[in-house]
C-alpha cells in the first residue's frame, strides 16, 4: 500500500512539471504586463491652498455675473452705457442701460420664481433699486454734480465754509416728452411748407386773375382761392 501510494504521487508531481514546462513553452501574445505599482497618496492640501481655491471660484463667480448680466449697474451695463454715450449721449446711453437692467431684473426674478432661489430674488431687487435710482438721478439731472459741489470754477465753491452758489436747473424731459416735442417740431414744419405752398399757389393764381380775367379759372382754382381767402379773414394764418 505504500508503496502504491508513493508512485501515485511521484506521478501527480510528474504531471505538474509536465504542465508547467507546457505553459512555459507556449508563445506569449501581446506584451508582458508588470505588476501594478501601488499609487502613492497624495498630501493634504493646506489652509491657504483651500481659502485660495475658495476665492478664485468666488471671484470667478462673480466675474460671469459682472459681464453675462448685461444691465445697469452691472460692469456689462456699463459697458453698454459707454458705448450707446459715445454713439448718442449721456442721457440716451444711461436710459438704455437702467432698462436693460430692468429687462435682467425681470429674468432674475422669474428664475427665482421658478426654481425657488432667494439669492435670485434678492439680485433682482438689487438691479431694479439701483436702475430706479440711476433714472431719479437723471431725471433731477444729478449727473452733472457728482459729489454735490460745482468744480467749473474751480475750487473756490469749497473755501470759506459757504454753500456752493448753483442756480436751480430745470427738470429735463423723460423720452417720452422728447419723443412728443419731435413730433409736434415735425408737425409744426409741414405746416409752415404747407401754408407757403398756398401762399405761393394763391400768388400765382391772382396773377392769373390780374392778366386773363376771373373767368380764366377753373373750378378747383376758385374753390381753392375761396378756402384761402376765408382763412385769411378768419385771421388762421
Known sequence: ??????????????????????????????PAVAPAAPTPASPPLMLWQVLAGQLFWINWFLLLVNMVLVGFPFDAGRVLQCILWARTDYRQGTTTACYAGFVVMLLLGIFAVFFNEVLALFLALFVYASCRQQLILL???????????DFSQGYTSLEGGQPPTTTPRRKQPNWFQRWLQKR??????????????????????????????????????????????????????
Open 1 to 30: 500500500m505504500a508503496d502504491a501510494a508513493a508512485r501515485s504521487d511521484t506521478a501527480a508531481k510528474a504531471d505538474a512539471a509536465n504542465k508547467a514546462k507546457d505553459a512555459d513553452a507556449r508563445p506569449q501574445i501581446g
Open 184 to 237: 409736434s417740431a415735425q408737425k409744426a414744419r409741414r405746416e409752415q411748407a404747407a401754408r407757403e405752398a398756398e401762399e405761393l399757389r394763391m400768388d400765382e393764381l391772382l396773377e392769373k386773375v390780374q392778366r386773363h380775367g376771373i373767368h380764366s379759372l377753373s373750378d378747383e382754382e376758385r374753390r381753392f382761392l375761396t378756402r384761402v381767402s376765408a382763412r385769411y379773414r378768419g385771421g388762421k394764418r
Open 139 to 149: 431725471e433731477t439731472g444729478g449727473e452733472d454734480a457728482p459729489f454735490g459741489y
